[in-house]
Structures are given as structure tokens and as C-alpha cells.
């Protein structure tokens, strides 16, 4: 499993826009499908979204389709969620993770119990 440190995060109001960054070290990204979580103040971590290894596939939390992008750079070895329309919903801790190298898409168990999350991650404050 490669290293991950995402980054940013920030204070928007409703409606607002931010690009968080999920960078890889130690381990090529292009190895793993990659997945957004996030955790609410006082809530369990939830699945936010997901990307294939080259980007080909992807999946939504409902919450969030249609509002949210996610995105890779395997060159750059970096995963990105574009989230635009922000809601004070959204706000929360988000992490990223990698499943396993070997991973069949269809079968990937997105549930956060499933997965380590070793950072620190990126703090999303959305205000009314």
C-alpha cells in the first residue's frame, strides 16, 4: 500500500467549490483503485467515491452524484475529488485509501471498516 497525504481542505460557504488531493508515495498509485471516505463530526465514516486503477471506472456515494468528481493522475501519482455545490452536509474529515492491488472492481468492498486510514486527512468546513 503506497503512502497517502491529502490535502485541500478548507472553509466554503454553501454552494462553494473545493478540489481536495490525495498524493501517493512509496508505491506507483497505478496499482490501486482509490477511494474517497469522509467523517462527519459525531458520525461514522461514510464512502464518498471511487476510481478505478486507470480511471475507467468509477462510483458514487448517492449523496454526493452529481455534485462530486473524482480523478486520478497516475503519472503525478495523485487522486483528486472536485466537489462542487457544496452543502454543509459535506462537511467533515476526508481521507483517501487504496484497496488492494489485486482488486476486481465489481467485487471491492467500499466500506470504510474495510480499509486503514493512516493520515491525517483534510478537514471540509461548509457554512450557511
Known amino acids: 500500500q503506497p503512502q497517502l497525504v491529502e490535502s485541500g481542505g478548507g472553509l466554503v460557504q454553501t454552494g462553494g467549490s473545493l478540489r481536495l488531493s490525495c498524493v501517493a508515495s512509496g508505491r506507483p498509485l497505478s496499482n490501486y483503485p482509490m477511494g474517497w471516505f469522509r467523517q462527519a463530526p459525531g458520525k461514522e465514516r461514510e464512502f464518498v467515491a471511487a476510481?478505478?486503477?486507470?480511471?475507467?471506472?468509477?462510483k458514487y456515494a448517492e449523496s454526493v452524484k452529481g455534485r462530486f468528481t473524482i480523478s486520478r493522475d497516475n503519472i503525478e501519482n495523485t487522486m483528486y475529488l472536485q466537489m462542487n455545490s457544496l452543502k454543509t452536509e459535506d462537511t467533515g474529515i476526508y481521507h483517501c485509501?487504496?484497496?488492494?492491488?489485486?482488486?476486481?472492481?465489481?467485487?471491492?468492498?467500499?466500506?470504510?471498516?474495510?480499509?486503514?486510514?493512516r493520515g491525517q486527512g483534510t478537514q471540509v468546513a461548509v457554512s450557511s
Open positions: 485509501a487504496a484497496a488492494p492491488a489485486s482488486s476486481i472492481w465489481a467485487h471491492i468492498n467500499w466500506s470504510p471498516a474495510v480499509f486503514q486510514f
Open positions: 476510481i478505478s486503477w486507470n480511471g475507467a471506472m468509477t
